[in-house]
């Protein structure tokens, strides 16, 4: 791996991690639910991310499948939250 | 061996009979009595070939293995105490047999009653014939169960269910106590094994657990045998049929007590606890019986009194404590098996042809029916202990064994007069049933005219009278060879002198049964006129066994269930979770102070600042998910999926992508399922400001909370800075490949080396699934829940104001978008489900992760278009789900069967398939299909479920119809 490489996962994680810090002051302070809703999507977003540069370190493929998973499903819990706050129940 | 043939035969028949009177119609009387004729007969047949063994004083044995980890034999073994009660027990049941073809009624269902009566006689065989304590206690309680069922045979009636219960308890219990006197015996002798049992005598009896287990022994054999205190559950018995009757109480349950007794003699007898506790109960059960018997009105219920009685006699010869005792209880086993049996089939017939059996309405029944009324008097007489019938010869021997010094103790002494007058009482209430019966003038006002029963009917009766004429006439040259066989199997070198002959000379035995018979005769007339008008018997008028029983009953298994409920138990949840939590933090804090178990120092490890993140995140979101919980549970929940997310990254970092897969699934599907539940819960009340004591209690689990968390923490910390030992961890990596043919290790731990317990999980998560299911049927909200959310209920305002809009408008342009990216996303998931499924047992995923990847995909479409939409489409079916899952999952296992291989052994191998080549199969892949279809099931049903009160609370004010159409598909749920 080359030295550039290295740094620039390096960078990336940090910058990720900062990314979540931010995305869950937003889900701790709010002030409104929305907020906290979308915070905490973003955090699921940023989390894949982080993911993905992971397997990039590491050089192989196992941890894609983590990815993979949020990517298709971490939307769930958001659209869930959504629909509760919506109408006030998740299936009608 | 042809006598290992034999007697497994003799224990397998009455079973096989059963099973097979099982299937007959119902009323198939004929059929059903060749069949059991037919197994009693060849039973009786069967032992008969054994004789030849038994007269020269050999033991047949069988032995198979049973649980060979335990060193437990199946042991059937055959001596000839055994071969002698086989024999009465067949010989009987055959006429029991023949006497029930004619006294059942076309209008009951037969098969019930001789299936069970083959069960029962196959569970007597297997106690008389077991060679293993341990499974002698077994067939003992098999013997409680079915005669439950054969004393509630009638049971439309009260009388009947009740007697039969009262049997049940009183048995079965007596039967628990034996089972831990059992194991204490075999503990004492150091094998189960009968011969090794008897062998160990001396052993036993200088056990210092001898006394326990004498007693817990004695309270199995007393309580089954109806010896006092236990005799009330016999004559409420009565209620049962009455060729039951004449089995159960004259030669087969009731005699199993004082066969097990006669049994364990060897090994237990010979000590004071023996004569004492043995001797008293017979004693005491003795004169009690004779003397309640004599005032009974019922005929059974004088028959079930004097089985008291006599059955005290063969438990006070028992408890005597000299072998003379012994062959003199042998012997009285038989021949009241004998005039007993016949009795009950009199009593049976005269109930059968007049319709009563009140002792006061009947009245000179011989001129109707002379033979039934010789054969009772004949029986009768025997059960007096008139001389030139059976019945004198045994009770010769009761008086001449009464006579002799035990002790010495003033009870010895005075027992020979003791017995005697309670003798008087036996010739008194046998007088009774005679003379009232068939003696005086004819009978008035009875439901049916008597007369003679069918000769079939009768003949069972017959050949039992003969069989006490004969035997009491011709003793030597009938049973004397049968007694012996008996008495040498059980006494061995020691087997005393005795005479079977009728006369003795004068001996004082015999002035005894000359003051019996007198003084009996003489009872009888005095008390006669008295006795046909009496309510119960005097003294004991007010003693009520059953009242007793019943008020013990209640007490035990209500009043103290209450009590006790009421001191230590708790609806409340606070209470409850404060004490789980405070149990796990003891429990949690035991190894520090007994394993000394202390943090130590640990190396600095590297620390990544991108983690370290990671963790300042997921610990902040945990944080603030625990400080909003009580009041903002929305966002304690969106806290708390944060606080998971981290988790999940933390397993990916750490090198446990499967364990992150998993985590990351569930943290999905437990978000939707707390908001699914979030929905029912009531909002807060701002102005309601709490008490001081609910503070006080907040603040006690806050400091639970910190104290667990803690504790925890330290605990973990300590084990993690300890170097590992070895662990089993290495045979599992080693092995996954080589015998579990996958490689990612912790799917084949699963499916394959842990299998077992994964089926054992998974049916406990199906379990689970349909318990909140069945919960939540019944779940009616708070009243301040059930209305309309208030976001509807404006948005549906809205678009009523609007001429231009239809209601549902909002949500449905708001969701128009998403809606269709969800729907069109259920294929694609289904397809990763699948991958996660097929790739699991050599790359990270599995059935459970693909279970609930799977229930999320259905979960989105009801999320997309509500509950009525997608069931109007789609029906998904929870249970079937559930059900194809288990089975495959246990017929996988079921599988290695057919190749000789233990439960769950997987296999795979390569296989070739056109187009995609070579792929690994694994059995295992199979088992994980269930897995994963049983989780699809039970995570959708319990998602579907708590979807389905929006359903339910609005479609409460619609009619049933309309509910009957919108939510079809469930409908096979309800």
Redesign the interface.
């Given at each position: 791996m080359s030295t550039l490489l290295a740094w620039s996962i390096t960078a990336t994680l940090l910058l990720l991690g900062l990314a979540m810090a931010c995305a869950a002051f937003r889900m701790l302070r709010g002030p409104r639910a929305q907020d906290r809703v979308v915070g905490f999507d973003s955090l699921y977003v940023n989390a894949m991310l982080l993911l993905v540069t992971l397997g990039v370190r590491s050089g192989t493929t196992f941890y894609f499948e983590a990815a993979l998973v949020i990517g298709l499903l971490g939307f769930v819990g958001t659209v869930a939250l959504a629909k509760f706050l919506l109408r006030g129940e998740v299936i009608e | 061996m042809p006598y290992e043939a034999l007697l497994v035969a003799v224990l397998a028949l009455p079973f096989a009979g059963s099973f097979l009177a099982a299937l007959f119609r119902a009323n198939a009387r004929n059929a059903e009595s060749w069949l059991a004729g037919g197994v009693a007969l060849a039973s009786l047949a069967l032992a008969g070939a054994a004789y030849p063994l038994m007269a020269e004083g050999g033991i047949a044995r069988y032995s198979a293995a049973w649980v060979p980890g335990l060193g437990l034999e199946f042991v059937i073994r055959m001596d000839g105490l055994a071969w002698a009660m086989t024999m009465l027990i067949a010989g009987i049941g055959f006429l029991v047999v023949l006497y029930a073809r004619y006294y059942m009624s076309p209008a009951d269902p037969v098969p019930r009653f001789f299936s069970f009566l083959l069960a029962f006689m196959g569970s007597m065989f297997g106690i008389v014939l077991s060679g293993n304590l341990i499974q002698l206690v077994f067939f003992w309680e098999l013997t409680s169960l079915f005669s439950f069922l054969l004393i509630g045979y009638w049971h439309q009636t009260a009388q009947a269910r009740e007697g039969a219960r009262m049997a049940l308890i009183v048995t079965s219990a007596g039967g628990l106590c034996l089972f831990a006197g059992v194991l204490l015996l075999g503990h004492m002798a150091g094998s189960y094994d009968l011969d090794h049992v008897l062998a160990a005598g001396d052993a036993i009896r200088s056990h210092r657990l001898y006394v326990p287990a004498l007693i817990l022994v004695l309270l199995g054999a007393l309580t089954k045998s109806a010896q006092f205190p236990f005799h009330f559950w016999l004559p409420h018995a009565m209620a049962a049929p009455t060729p039951v009757s004449a089995y159960l109480h004259s030669a087969t349950m009731v005699k199993a007590g004082v066969f097990l007794l006669v049994r364990l003699w060897p090994a237990m007898g010979g000590t004071h606890e023996w004569l004492w506790l043995v001797g008293s109960a017979g004693l005491v059960t003795f004169i009690l019986g004779a003397f309640l018997a004599v005032f009974q009105q019922d005929l059974k219920g004088l028959l079930a009194h004097s089985t008291i009685s006599h059955l005290g006699l063969i438990t006070l010869l028992i408890g005597l404590d000299s072998p003379l005792g012994q062959v003199a209880a042998i012997f009285h086993i038989m021949n009241h098996a004998t005039f007993k049996a016949s009795l009950f089939m009199a009593a049976g017939i005269i109930d059968h042809e007049t319709g009563t059996r009140d002792i006061r309405r009947l009245s000179g029944l011989w001129r109707f029916m002379p033979i039934t009324g010789t054969l009772a008097m004949v029986a009768a007489a025997a059960m007096a202990g008139v001389p030139l019938l059976n019945g004198f010869l045994s009770k010769e021997m009761f008086f001449a064994e009464t006579i002799e010094i035990h002790d010495g103790s003033p009870v010895d002494r005075a027992l020979p007069y003791v017995v005697t007058a309670a003798s008087m009482f036996t010739v008194a209430y046998s007088l009774r049933f005679i003379r009232d019966v068939f003696f005086g003038p004819p009978p008035t006002g009875l439901p049916r005219t008597p007369h003679e029963p069918p000769t079939l009917m009768r003949l069972p009766a017959e050949v039992l009278v003969l069989a006490c004429l004969v035997v009491g006439i011709v003793p030597g040259y009938t049973v004397g060879p049968i007694l012996e066989t008996a008495v040498r199997s059980v006494l061995g070198a020691a087997v005393p002198e005795y005479s079977l002959a009728v006369w003795h000379g004068f001996t004082p035995e015999l002035l005894m049964s000359a003051f019996a018979m007198a003084g009996g005769i003489a009872v009888y007339f005095l008390l006669r006129s008295w006795l046909l008008v009496c309510e119960g018997p005097p003294l004991f008028r007010h003693i009520n066994g059953r009242r007793i029983f019943d008020r013990v009953l209640v007490t035990l298994s209500w009043r103290l269930a209450r009590r006790l409920e009421e001191i230590f138990g708790s609806r409340r949840l606070q209470p409850q979770l404060r004490l789980l939590a405070a149990v796990a933090l003891l429990a949690a804090l035991a190894p520090f102070y007994m394993q000394d178990l202390v943090p130590r120092s640990m190396a600095r490890p590297e620390l990544?600042?991108?983690?370290?993140?990671?963790w300042?995140?997921g610990i902040?979101?945990a944080l603030?998910a625990a400080w909003q919980a009580k009041f903002h549970r929305?966002?304690a929940?969106?806290?708390l999926?944060?606080a998971g997310?981290a988790t999940?990254?933390t397993f990916?970092?750490l090198?446990a992508?499967d364990l992150?897969?998993t985590q990351?699934?569930v943290?999905?599907v437990t978000?939707?399922l707390l908001?699914?539940g979030?929905?029912w819960l009531p909002k807060r009340l701002e102005e309601i400001s709490p008490p001081a004591r609910i503070r006080w209690y907040r603040g006690s689990d806050f400091a639970f909370a910190l104290a667990s968390g803690a504790g925890l923490a330290a605990l973990a910390y300590a084990a993690m800075t300890r170097p590992s030992p070895d662990s089993i961890a290495d045979f599992f990596v080693e092995n996954a490949y080589t015998k579990g043919g996958g490689t990612n290790v912790v799917n084949v731990i699963l499916v394959d080396f842990r299998g077992f317990d994964t089926f054992g999980e998974i049916t406990v998560l199906g379990a689970v699934a349909l318990t909140v299911y069945a919960l939540l049927r019944r779940f009616r909200p708070a009243p301040e829940s059930v209305p309309?959310?208030?976001?509807?209920r404006v948005?549906d305002i809205d678009d009523d104001a609007h001429p231009d809009r239809k209601k549902g408008d909002t949500?449905r342009s708001?969701?128009a978008v998403?809606g269709l990216i969800?729907r069109l996303?259920f294929p694609?998931?289904a397809v990763?489900a699948v991958y996660?499924l097929l790739r699991g047992h050599d790359?990270?995923?599995g059935g459970f992760v693909a279970g609930v990847?799977m229930a999320?995909a259905f979960?989105?479409q009801?999320?997309a278009r509500?509950?009525t939409w997608v069931e109007d489409r789609l029906r998904i079916l929870p249970v079937r789900w559930m059900a194809t899952g288990l089975l495959l999952a246990g017929g996988t296992g079921l599988g290695a069967w057919l190749f000789a291989k233990p439960f769950l052994t997987s296999s795979f191998s390569y296989l070739e398939i056109p187009l995609i080549g070579e792929i690994p199969m694994a059995s295992a892949l199979l088992f994980d299909l269930g897995v994963f279809a049983l989780v699809v099931g039970a995570t959708v049903l319990i998602l579907i479920a708590?979807?389905h009160q929006?359903v339910r609370s609005r479609r409460a004010p619609r009619s049933r119809e309309a509910e009957a159409t919108t939510l079809a598909p469930m409908a096979e749920l309800r």
């Amino acid at each position: 791996m080359s030295t550039l490489l290295a740094w620039s996962i390096t960078a990336t994680l940090l910058l990720l991690g900062l990314a979540m810090a931010c995305a869950a002051f937003r889900m701790l302070r709010g002030p409104r639910a929305q907020d906290r809703v979308v915070g905490f999507d973003s955090l699921y977003v940023n989390a894949m991310l982080l993911l993905v540069t992971l397997g990039v370190r590491s050089g192989t493929t196992f941890y894609f499948e983590a990815a993979l998973v949020i990517g298709l499903l971490g939307f769930v819990g958001t659209v869930a939250l959504a629909k509760f706050l919506l109408r006030g129940e998740v299936i009608e | 061996m042809p006598y290992e043939a034999l007697l497994v035969a003799v224990l397998a028949l009455p079973f096989a009979g059963s099973f097979l009177a099982a299937l007959f119609r119902a009323n198939a009387r004929n059929a059903e009595s060749w069949l059991a004729g037919g197994v009693a007969l060849a039973s009786l047949a069967l032992a008969g070939a054994a004789y030849p063994l038994m007269a020269e004083g050999g033991i047949a044995r069988y032995s198979a293995a049973w649980v060979p980890g335990l060193g437990l034999e199946f042991v059937i073994r055959m001596d000839g105490l055994a071969w002698a009660m086989t024999m009465l027990i067949a010989g009987i049941g055959f006429l029991v047999v023949l006497y029930a073809r004619y006294y059942m009624s076309p209008a009951d269902p037969v098969p019930r009653f001789f299936s069970f009566l083959l069960a029962f006689m196959g569970s007597m065989f297997g106690i008389v014939l077991s060679g293993n304590l341990i499974q002698l206690v077994f067939f003992w309680e098999l013997t409680s169960l079915f005669s439950f069922l054969l004393i509630g045979y009638w049971h439309q009636t009260a009388q009947a269910r009740e007697g039969a219960r009262m049997a049940l308890i009183v048995t079965s219990a007596g039967g628990l106590c034996l089972f831990a006197g059992v194991l204490l015996l075999g503990h004492m002798a150091g094998s189960y094994d009968l011969d090794h049992v008897l062998a160990a005598g001396d052993a036993i009896r200088s056990h210092r657990l001898y006394v326990p287990a004498l007693i817990l022994v004695l309270l199995g054999a007393l309580t089954k045998s109806a010896q006092f205190p236990f005799h009330f559950w016999l004559p409420h018995a009565m209620a049962a049929p009455t060729p039951v009757s004449a089995y159960l109480h004259s030669a087969t349950m009731v005699k199993a007590g004082v066969f097990l007794l006669v049994r364990l003699w060897p090994a237990m007898g010979g000590t004071h606890e023996w004569l004492w506790l043995v001797g008293s109960a017979g004693l005491v059960t003795f004169i009690l019986g004779a003397f309640l018997a004599v005032f009974q009105q019922d005929l059974k219920g004088l028959l079930a009194h004097s089985t008291i009685s006599h059955l005290g006699l063969i438990t006070l010869l028992i408890g005597l404590d000299s072998p003379l005792g012994q062959v003199a209880a042998i012997f009285h086993i038989m021949n009241h098996a004998t005039f007993k049996a016949s009795l009950f089939m009199a009593a049976g017939i005269i109930d059968h042809e007049t319709g009563t059996r009140d002792i006061r309405r009947l009245s000179g029944l011989w001129r109707f029916m002379p033979i039934t009324g010789t054969l009772a008097m004949v029986a009768a007489a025997a059960m007096a202990g008139v001389p030139l019938l059976n019945g004198f010869l045994s009770k010769e021997m009761f008086f001449a064994e009464t006579i002799e010094i035990h002790d010495g103790s003033p009870v010895d002494r005075a027992l020979p007069y003791v017995v005697t007058a309670a003798s008087m009482f036996t010739v008194a209430y046998s007088l009774r049933f005679i003379r009232d019966v068939f003696f005086g003038p004819p009978p008035t006002g009875l439901p049916r005219t008597p007369h003679e029963p069918p000769t079939l009917m009768r003949l069972p009766a017959e050949v039992l009278v003969l069989a006490c004429l004969v035997v009491g006439i011709v003793p030597g040259y009938t049973v004397g060879p049968i007694l012996e066989t008996a008495v040498r199997s059980v006494l061995g070198a020691a087997v005393p002198e005795y005479s079977l002959a009728v006369w003795h000379g004068f001996t004082p035995e015999l002035l005894m049964s000359a003051f019996a018979m007198a003084g009996g005769i003489a009872v009888y007339f005095l008390l006669r006129s008295w006795l046909l008008v009496c309510e119960g018997p005097p003294l004991f008028r007010h003693i009520n066994g059953r009242r007793i029983f019943d008020r013990v009953l209640v007490t035990l298994s209500w009043r103290l269930a209450r009590r006790l409920e009421e001191i230590f138990g708790s609806r409340r949840l606070q209470p409850q979770l404060r004490l789980l939590a405070a149990v796990a933090l003891l429990a949690a804090l035991a190894p520090f102070y007994m394993q000394d178990l202390v943090p130590r120092s640990m190396a600095r490890p590297e620390l990544d600042a991108a983690f370290a993140l990671v963790w300042a995140v997921g610990i902040a979101c945990a944080l603030g998910a625990a400080w909003q919980a009580k009041f903002h549970r929305l966002a304690a929940l969106i806290l708390l999926g944060g606080a998971g997310l981290a988790t999940c990254i933390t397993f990916v970092w750490l090198s446990a992508p499967d364990l992150a897969l998993t985590q990351l699934v569930v943290e999905t599907v437990t978000t939707v399922l707390l908001l699914l539940g979030l929905r029912w819960l009531p909002k807060r009340l701002e102005e309601i400001s709490p008490p001081a004591r609910i503070r006080w209690y907040r603040g006690s689990d806050f400091a639970f909370a910190l104290a667990s968390g803690a504790g925890l923490a330290a605990l973990a910390y300590a084990a993690m800075t300890r170097p590992s030992p070895d662990s089993i961890a290495d045979f599992f990596v080693e092995n996954a490949y080589t015998k579990g043919g996958g490689t990612n290790v912790v799917n084949v731990i699963l499916v394959d080396f842990r299998g077992f317990d994964t089926f054992g999980e998974i049916t406990v998560l199906g379990a689970v699934a349909l318990t909140v299911y069945a919960l939540l049927r019944r779940f009616r909200p708070a009243p301040e829940s059930v209305p309309v959310p208030e976001q509807q209920r404006v948005q549906d305002i809205d678009d009523d104001a609007h001429p231009d809009r239809k209601k549902g408008d909002t949500v449905r342009s708001a969701m128009a978008v998403p809606g269709l990216i969800m729907r069109l996303l259920f294929p694609v998931i289904a397809v990763v489900a699948v991958y996660l499924l097929l790739r699991g047992h050599d790359l990270p995923g599995g059935g459970f992760v693909a279970g609930v990847t799977m229930a999320v995909a259905f979960i989105l479409q009801y999320m997309a278009r509500g509950t009525t939409w997608v069931e109007d489409r789609l029906r998904i079916l929870p249970v079937r789900w559930m059900a194809t899952g288990l089975l495959l999952a246990g017929g996988t296992g079921l599988g290695a069967w057919l190749f000789a291989k233990p439960f769950l052994t997987s296999s795979f191998s390569y296989l070739e398939i056109p187009l995609i080549g070579e792929i690994p199969m694994a059995s295992a892949l199979l088992f994980d299909l269930g897995v994963f279809a049983l989780v699809v099931g039970a995570t959708v049903l319990i998602l579907i479920a708590l979807a389905h009160q929006s359903v339910r609370s609005r479609r409460a004010p619609r009619s049933r119809e309309a509910e009957a159409t919108t939510l079809a598909p469930m409908a096979e749920l309800r």
